[in-house]
């Protein structure tokens, strides 16, 4: 397992996969034997995009979320984990040469700690339960007007403050 360092620039750091940070949620669900599903992964890593975001005023990751029936959802998380239907995803994302990246947390501070708050308050929960979170009225969800539609950063953002208040 490789460990991703984002190099920090003068203005922010680089950007990461959110398939990487998928990886981060995967190895720390098998680390504590907490069911991860489809579900749960893509509301996990929404809420950590959106805690990220508002805490520190910049994405972690290029973010697409589309609004889907049950939340929000990154089609390429999506589709990397599809095969898992509503089973419990036991495997790592791997690149194409066949390597798997996370995120080194002892080496980014600011990922590591949203991390640990996102999974602290949220890993209990399951992926119907998370994804009722998301549909709170006012949320990010529920603004975006139809199906399909990406939901607005701000929105998101706002999401952030909300649910780590």
Known sequence: MKKF????????FVMISPLICANNFIKRSLETKTPLT?????KLLYLL?????????QPLFPANFKKWPYGPVLPEVYWAFKHYGAREINKF?????????????????????????VWNRYCMYTGIQLSGFTHKKKSAWSKAKDEG???????IKEDGVHFFE
């Open 5 to 12: 360092k984002r190099k920090k620039s003068k203005e922010c």
């Open 149 to 155: 539609d990406f939901l607005e950063l701000e929105d």
């Open 93 to 117: 994302h791997r690149e194409p040469d066949g390597s798997v990246w996370v995120v080194d947390g002892e080496k980014d501070r600011d990922f590591s700690e949203c991390f640990d708050d």
């Open 38 to 42: 489809q579900m749960k992964l893509q």
């Open 49 to 57: 995009y959106a805690h990220y975001y508002a805490k520190h005023n």
